[in-house]
């Protein structure tokens, strides 16, 4: 589960954003048995942006 939650106002935005909020272990890609590729654990990122 992903989430993201931002707020604006009239010349700024913030925006935080969770990937992997239930920090699940998964598989992100099965090609053969012998090769697995973990998916990645919970990552948070802030974004800010300000308009001149």
Do not use: C, K
Not at 8 to 21: D, K, P, Q
Not at 28 to 37: G, N
């Amino acid at each position: 589960m992903n989430l993201r939650i931002g707020l604006e106002g009239e010349r700024w935005t913030t925006s935080l954003y969770v990937n992997n909020a239930a920090d699940e272990e998964y598989n992100s890609e099965v090609v053969t048995p012998l090769f697995l590729h973990p998916g990645q654990p919970r990552v948070w990122r802030m974004d800010m942006r300000y308009n001149f």
